[in-house]
């Protein structure tokens, strides 16, 4: 079974502070994402990286950035982290296989509350 | 731009009763279509997804759904719902050729005894 683990559940952070969510998965898969969910929003799409050191913007990647040095890894980085960045995110991984529909694996999440 | 549009975001049904969550989708070339559930404090787990080998697809869980090319949409159903299908449930879709999976507003599905 793929395993995605989210580095924690709960995270409390002040206005303005520096904030790392880490992900880790440990079947070889190449491509890697960061997801924020909110009420009524779904999953609205960050960052995701094709593979080591590779990335690209989703649909809301203002006030983020994401960093994937090895592939088991890719960590999302909230710079200065404000209120309305209070939410859950979620990691997901997929192994591609060039155009085929290969589902995604989540992480079980965070949720970061930012006061 | 890909947008997915679940209709309800909250559904009530009585156990034994028939769970039927709408999904439509917008795209010109029939995407990858998915639905996910999730269980509370959980992540997503995947349902089934659509591959173009078949229009029915059966998925886990007694799920199934129906692709339709002519009305966008691929709703999900279950014949007979239990109390362990109290979850939120996503639709999603991706381009053939993408990477970026987009998703629907959730369904929340409440199973009442």
């Known amino acids: 079974d793929v395993k995605v683990t989210q580095s924690s559940r709960y995270l409390v952070k002040r206005t303005g502070e520096k904030v790392f969510l880490e992900c880790v998965q440990d079947?070889?898969?190449?491509?890697m994402f960061w997801y924020r969910q909110d009420p009524g929003l779904g999953l609205r799409l960050i960052y995701f990286?094709?593979?080591?050191?590779?990335?690209e913007k989703g649909d809301i990647p203002e006030g983020y950035s994401v960093s994937r040095e090895k592939k088991e890894r890719f960590s999302l980085i909230l710079e200065s982290a404000s209120t309305n960045q209070t939410s859950m995110y979620l990691c997901?991984?997929?192994?591609?296989?060039?155009?085929?529909?290969?589902?995604?694996?989540f992480g079980n999440g965070t949720r970061l509350t930012v006061t | 731009a890909q947008s997915v549009t679940q209709l309800g975001s909250h559904v009530s049904v009585s156990e034994g009763a028939l769970v039927l969550l709408r999904c439509n989708y917008s795209?010109?070339?029939?995407?990858?279509l998915f639905w996910y559930v999730q269980y509370p404090n959980q992540g997503l787990q995947l349902l089934l997804k659509y591959t173009s080998a078949a229009t029915l697809v059966k998925g886990i869980n007694g799920f199934e759904a129906e692709f339709k090319k002519s009305e966008t949409s691929f709703h999900l159903t279950k014949p007979s719902a239990h109390m362990s299908d109290a979850a939120e449930y996503f639709c999603?879709?991706?381009?053939?050729?993408?990477?970026?999976?987009?998703f629907g507003g959730g369904t929340r599905v409440l199973v009442k005894p």
């Open positions: 997901a991984s997929r192994k591609w296989r060039g155009g085929s529909n290969s589902p995604l694996h």
């Open positions: 999603a879709v991706r381009k053939a050729a993408g990477n970026k999976l987009t």
């Open positions: 795209s010109s070339v029939p995407p990858y």
């Open positions: 079947m070889d898969h190449e491509n």
């Open positions: 990286s094709y593979d080591v050191k590779m990335k």
